[in-house]
């Protein structure tokens, strides 16, 4: 009896962990298509303020403020980020970051209706790429979770680890925004999109926290006690507001299609490293599912790379190398030989002369008749 319970429970806590997946996995790729849609809508009403010469958010301007598009845009980020806060509290970092690709495809082919930004061939297979990889991280991602409670996460965060790479973030940080940014933010994109990346993986740590945190506290637990759940909340806050300020000067400076992806790569880096350093999930993870996600992400960051190395370059005929042209002409040839030799087929045996004359033959015996 007592082991027929406890393969039950056993049982109904891998149900439980399963259903948990799926629902952390539904709500990041309803993330991902929010996320996606509000860098058009913020890029679409910086746009417009730009047409009507107000200060530009890359000049330190904050005239969007004012600007009912930016606003539609920053809701629609607001709903992906809250999406995308919940799907952390049900599943892990490794499977929830990596479904940011989606976002990436969303906005790329958004950009090209919307913003009339050109998505060439190479951008499209980038796009293909991206959604790969994303897969098969997602097949290969951990199930389970390791950080289950408040306590828990409060040893973590203790870990000398994690301690020295929130000060290497918090340093870099600080020296990109007020000794690059000055110099470099306006010609380099990767000044600006290292200080998002760098500080959203630190509260990809707080969110994870709060999660944890709602969870005890629908459960009934006494957590507002708790002055951990408080100092998450005042970090969230921090490093969003940080995001958002240096994301609008990156989108205001450089092309759509150039900040998405390459904020995604860096992002999704920084928080893997991060989700390695502070939970420690590569650790249970089998040697296949290790070489399966490391494959999924190269695939993802190949995609990212053709749709912005080649975004300006065209697809065309030239482009194809000489055996390629080669068949090409043959094939046209052949082409051009094939109708020219349907059209025979289809020519009278006699032609216009052959036939006028045999009319009058005809003629000329039946008066002689």
């Known amino acids: 009896?007592?082991?027929?319970?406890?393969?039950?429970?056993a049982v109904m806590e891998g149900v439980s962990c399963r259903y948990?997946?799926?629902?952390?996995?539904?709500?990041?790729?309803?993330?991902?298509?929010?996320?996606?849609?509000?860098?058009?809508?913020?890029?679409?009403?910086?746009?417009?303020?730009?047409?009507?010469?107000?200060?530009?958010?890359?000049?330190?301007?904050?005239?969007?403020?004012?600007?009912?598009?930016?606003?539609?845009?920053?809701?629609s980020m607001g709903v992906g980020e809250a999406a995308n806060f919940a799907a952390y509290a049900f599943a892990p970092a490794t499977l929830v970051t990596p479904l940011g690709a989606l976002s990436v495809l969303v906005s790329a082919v958004?950009?090209?209706?919307?913003?009339?930004?050109?998505?060439?061939?190479?951008?499209?297979?980038?796009?293909?790429?991206s959604v790969l990889g994303s897969t098969v991280m997602v097949i290969h991602a951990p199930q389970g979770e390791e950080v289950s409670s408040l306590e828990s996460m409060a040893e973590k965060l203790k870990d000398p680890g994690f301690i020295a790479f929130a000060v290497c973030v918090l340093v870099s940080s600080i020296?990109?925004?007020?000794?690059?940014?000055?110099?470099?933010?306006?010609?380099?994109v990767l000044v600006y999109v290292l200080v998002c990346s760098a500080i959203g993986s630190l509260s990809v740590s707080c969110v994870k926290g709060?999660?944890?945190?709602?969870?005890?506290?629908?459960?009934g637990k006494q957590v507002l006690k708790e002055p951990l759940g408080w100092i998450l909340l005042i970090?969230?806050?921090?490093?969003?507001?940080?995001?958002?300020?240096?994301?609008?000067?990156?989108?205001?400076?450089?092309?759509?299609?150039?900040?998405?992806?390459i904020y995604y790569v860096l992002f999704t880096t920084a928080v893997m490293t991060c989700s390695a350093i502070l939970f420690k999930e590569w650790q249970h993870m089998v040697l296949?599912?290790?070489?399966?996600?490391?494959?999924?992400?190269?695939?993802?960051?190949?995609?990212?790379?053709?749709?912005?190395?080649?975004?300006?370059?065209?697809?065309?005929?030239?482009?194809?190398?000489?055996?390629?042209?080669?068949?090409?002409?043959?094939?046209?040839?052949?082409?051009?030989?094939?109708?020219?030799?349907?059209?025979?087929?289809?020519?009278?045996?006699?032609?216009?002369?052959?036939?006028?004359?045999g009319s009058q033959s005809v003629e000329e015996e039946g008066e002689s008749v």
Request: net charge positive.
């Open 110 to 129: 958004l950009s090209s209706y919307f913003l009339n930004e050109h998505l060439n061939v190479h951008g499209k297979i980038g796009c293909i790429l």
């Open 235 to 261: 970090c969230l806050v921090i490093c969003i507001s940080v995001q958002i300020n240096y994301l609008n000067k990156a989108l205001d400076i450089f092309n759509t299609s150039v900040v998405t992806p």
């Open 20 to 75: 948990d997946f799926y629902i952390g996995l539904g709500l990041a790729l309803s993330s991902s298509i929010f996320i996606g849609g509000s860098f058009i809508l913020k890029k679409k009403g910086l746009l417009k303020l730009a047409s009507r010469g107000s200060i530009r958010a890359g000049q330190g301007g904050h005239a969007y403020l004012r600007e009912w598009l930016w606003w539609a845009g920053l809701l």
């Open 210 to 219: 709060l999660g944890i945190t709602l969870k005890e506290l629908f459960a």
């Open 288 to 357: 296949h599912n290790i070489i399966g996600t490391i494959s999924g992400f190269l695939t993802i960051v190949s995609g990212i790379f053709l749709l912005h190395a080649f975004r300006d370059i065209p697809f065309t005929p030239d482009l194809l190398p000489l055996f390629l042209k080669q068949g090409r002409a043959d094939l046209h040839t052949f082409w051009r030989g094939a109708e020219k030799h349907q059209s025979c087929l289809h020519q009278p045996l006699l032609g216009p002369e052959d036939i006028y004359k």
């Open 1 to 9: 009896m007592i082991i027929t319970e406890t393969l039950q429970g």
């Open 175 to 188: 020296l990109l925004i007020f000794v690059a940014g000055p110099r470099y933010g306006r010609s380099n």
